[in-house]
């Protein structure tokens, strides 16, 4: 079986270190590829090299990104036929309700605050890919 993907959209580099620690510490094995702002995420999946880039188990999505916001990188996976099925969770700092609630609308799976909390965001990041790299079946390419 083939080493399942995370993508990871996030341009905080001590947020980016910080899960990619919890992942490695909650021994989840699975490649991470980085996007650190909303354009490289949207070439992620409809760039010039998107045909040989893997197709992630799952997208790990913050909202508040320089040049795209992640609310529009949603909105674009959600609306092109090869993506619009990318299990995506949202994992912002983002207090905001109208971001839960425009976030659910336009799709994504699942909406996470990043708990301040070392140890809490420890946990959650296990969950997370306890859950979308071992529990969840993803539908057929």
């Known amino acids: 079986m083939d080493e399942k993907v995370i993508l990871l959209i996030e341009d905080n580099p001590d947020d980016e270190l910080l899960t990619l620690r919890a992942?490695?510490?909650?021994?989840?094995?699975a490649q991470v590829k980085v996007a650190r702002d909303g354009q490289e995420a949207i070439d992620y999946f409809f760039g010039a090299e998107a045909s040989v880039n893997p197709t992630p188990a799952v997208v790990l999505l913050?909202?508040?990104?320089?040049?795209?916001?992640?609310l529009e990188v949603l909105k674009r996976i959600r609306a092109d036929e090869k993506t619009e099925m990318q299990p995506v969770v949202i994992l912002t700092s983002s207090i905001e309700e109208q971001d839960l609630i425009t976030g659910y609308q336009l799709g994504a799976n699942s909406y996470i605050r990043k708990p301040v909390?070392?140890?809490q965001f420890m946990e959650?990041?296990?969950q997370l890919g306890l859950y979308w790299l071992v529990m969840n079946e993803l539908p057929p390419s």
């Open 124 to 126: 959650a990041v296990r």
């Open 62 to 70: 913050d909202l508040k990104l320089p040049k795209v916001s992640g």
């Open 117 to 119: 909390d070392f140890g």
């Open 23 to 29: 992942l490695k510490n909650n021994n989840i094995n």
